[in-house]
Antibody
Framework: EVRLVESGGGLVKPGESLRLSCVGSGFTFTNYNMNWVRQAPGKGLEWVSSISGTGSYIYYADSLEGRFTISRDNAKNSLFLQMNSLRAEDTAVYYC????????????WGLGTLVTVSS | EIVLTQSPGTLSLSPGERATLSCRASQSVSSSYLAWYQQKPGQAPRLLIYGASSRATGIPDRFSGSGSETDFALTISSLGPEDFAVYYCQQYGSSPFTFGPGTKVDIK
C-alpha cells in the first residue's frame, strides 16, 4: 500500500522557521516527483512546491517569495520543506503528494500536518 | 499562470440527482492535463479524474469528466450519500500547478 506521512507541523511565532517532513512507503521513492500543497483553514488548495525524483528540477509558487526550500533524501524515502520567515498567512495544513511523472496528477496525498503561525 | 474558475460555488442537490460541475481555464490547458479531486471534511483530497476524462483507480463510473482546452466539466450521474463533498479542479501541465477555488456539493 502506498502511504505518505507528514510530520513537523506545530505552533510557531511570526518570523520563526519550521521544517516539515514527509515519509513515503509502498513505492520506489526515487522514481516519483514529490509535491507540497497547502490549505489555509476553511480555504481552498494552494500548490506550494515540486521536486523531481533526482532533485534536479525544483519549482516554487511565486507567493512564497523565496522563503521556502524543498528537498529530498531518497535513501530515507523522505521529502522536506524548510520554511523560514513564517507569516500568519502561512497558517495551513500542509500536504505532500506524489506524481508519477512531470505530466501526472497528484496521487496519492498524505493526511497533512498543521502549521500555525501566531504570536 | 493559468487561473481556474469553478462554478457554481455551491450546488445543493438531493441524493440520486445528477450533478454537473464546471471548471474554466484562463488559457488552454496543455494536452488536457486537468484533474478533479474530491475532499471531505478533515480528509486529504482524493484524485477522481485525470487527463480531463480518465477515472482514477477505484473511482465509481458514476463520476465522469469531459472537456478540453479551456472548458471542463465533472458529472456525477446519480449522487450517493458519500458524494457530498468539495470538488477541486487542477491543471498539472505547467508550473504553477493551479487549483480552482472548489465547488461544494451539499444536501438539499
Amino acid at each position: 500500500e502506498v502511504r505518505l506521512v507528514e510530520s513537523g507541523g506545530g505552533l510557531v511565532k511570526p518570523g520563526e522557521s519550521l521544517r516539515l517532513s514527509c515519509v513515503g512507503s509502498g513505492f520506489t521513492f526515487t522514481n516519483y516527483n514529490m509535491n507540497w500543497v497547502r490549505q489555509a483553514p476553511g480555504k481552498g488548495l494552494e500548490w506550494v512546491s515540486s521536486i523531481s525524483g533526482t532533485g534536479s528540477y525544483i519549482y516554487y509558487a511565486d507567493s512564497l517569495e523565496g522563503r521556502f526550500t524543498i528537498s529530498r533524501d531518497n535513501a530515507k524515502n523522505s521529502l522536506f520543506l524548510q520554511m523560514n520567515s513564517l507569516r500568519a498567512e502561512d497558517t495551513a495544513v500542509y500536504y505532500c503528494a506524489r506524481r508519477a511523472s512531470s505530466f501526472s496528477p497528484f496521487d496519492p496525498w498524505g493526511l497533512g500536518t498543521l502549521v500555525t503561525v501566531s504570536s | 499562470e493559468i487561473v481556474l474558475t469553478q462554478s457554481p460555488g455551491t450546488l445543493s442537490l438531493s441524493p440520486g440527482e445528477r450533478a454537473t460541475l464546471s471548471c474554466r481555464a484562463s488559457q488552454s490547458v496543455s494536452s488536457s492535463y486537468l484533474a478533479w479531486y474530491q475532499q471531505k471534511p478533515g480528509q486529504a483530497p482524493r484524485l477522481l479524474i485525470y487527463g480531463a476524462s480518465s477515472r482514477a483507480t477505484g473511482i465509481p463510473d458514476r463520476f465522469s469528466g469531459s472537456g478540453s482546452e479551456t472548458d471542463f466539466a465533472l458529472t456525477i450521474s446519480s449522487l450517493g450519500p458519500e458524494d457530498f463533498a468539495v470538488y477541486y479542479c487542477q491543471q498539472y501541465g505547467s508550473s504553477p500547478f493551479t487549483f480552482g477555488p472548489g465547488t461544494k456539493v451539499d444536501i438539499k
